[in-house]
């Protein structure tokens, strides 16, 4: 009752679900998707909720079959339409994180998915602890303050609200909800495989911090997420005040104006417009285009990755896909 409770104040906090809407709920069967189904379930009557479930089989796994199958009798009991699909993962990957494409892919399913039921948002089940791992990844691989908000409760992509109700609950109290409940969910044991860079953070760093600087250094990673969030928040709004004209252009008048931290975030604003997603776009690609801007001539390019192109005009950066 009290990590429902909880939860139910952190939707009403960040205005995730309101009465009447139609949500997506992705569900691979593991505890905190599980767990976000029942919570979500458990309001849908009060707040007249259309629930939809969403499956997305990666194939990774012999078994990974059962795991739809799973999901599939979870929706049966509860009354809720079920959609699910196999993907080969492996067959199409063909370059970078493995990890990065199987979570495109499903991302794509999701939205297309929320499009055809008419879902206007998707919810998933990321938790406290994915919080901290996800900071802690990008510290350790180089980011600023956008990369220490780490995942938004709240996000629009593709016209479509992802919401992620349990990102304030920590993974055991998720174990404890089920297992009080004696609801039973999926173990996926790749999330023990120490050949991913997450896992590694899970279950080497983050004990080893836990151990000898910070029993709650999770807490501690998931409150400067929350913070760095605010902030990013503020900043992008002065930055959107800026961005007025042409969606492919920034003009150097408009660049030269702005504060370091604002007219970074215009770039960024500028490149997300071509692209969804700027999970590839790093620190090292902004150091780039700002050198450029300061100090490289007119007709200098950089190339950056999805085909996008900033090319430093006469009196501005201009914005293409090749």
Do not use: W
Request: charged share 30%.
């Amino acid at each position: 009752m009290v990590m429902s409770k909880e939860i139910h104040k952190f939707i009403k906090k960040y205005r995730l679900i309101e009465r009447g809407d139609r949500i997506l709920i992705g569900v691979s069967g593991g505890p905190d998707s599980v767990a976000l189904l029942y919570v979500l379930n458990s309001l849908r009557k009060e707040l007249k909720l259309s629930l939809h479930i969403g499956h997305l089989d990666h194939m990774l796994r012999r078994n990974s079959g059962s795991d739809a199958v799973f999901v599939k009798k979870l929706a049966d009991k509860l009354n809720i339409p079920f959609a699910s699909k196999a993907v080969d993962i492996s067959s199409k990957h063909k370059k970078g994180s493995l990890e990065e494409f199987a979570r495109s892919e499903r991302m794509k399913f999701l939205v297309a998915l929320a499009k055809k039921t008419g879902a206007e948002k998707i919810a998933l089940g990321h938790n406290l602890d994915d919080q901290a791992e996800t900071v802690l990844m990008r510290i350790l691989r180089g980011t600023g303050l956008y990369g220490l908000a780490g995942i938004l409760p709240k996000r629009k992509i593709n016209g479509i609200y992802f919401v992620r109700p349990l990102l304030e609950t920590q993974r055991k109290d998720i174990q404890a909800y089920l297992s009080a409940r004696s609801i039973s969910a999926r173990t996926d044991l790749s999330n023990f495989q120490e050949k991913y860079f997450r896992n590694k953070v899970r279950h080497k760093l983050i004990p080893f911090l836990e151990k000898y600087f910070n029993k709650k250094i999770k807490v501690s990673l998931a409150r400067l997420a929350q913070s760095s969030g605010l902030d990013y928040d503020y900043l992008e709004g002065a930055a959107e005040r800026s961005l007025k004209g042409p969606t492919r252009v920034l003009t150097f008048k408009k660049l030269s104006a702005a504060h370091p931290a604002i007219r970074r975030i215009m770039i960024r604003k500028r490149l997300s417009g071509l692209q969804e997603g700027m999970r590839r776009i790093t620190y090292q690609h902004m150091l780039e285009i700002e050198e450029m801007l300061l100090n490289q001539p007119c007709g200098s390019v950089v190339s950056l990755p999805k085909g996008i192109r900033v090319k430093k005009a006469k009196r501005a950066l201009r914005f293409n896909l090749r």
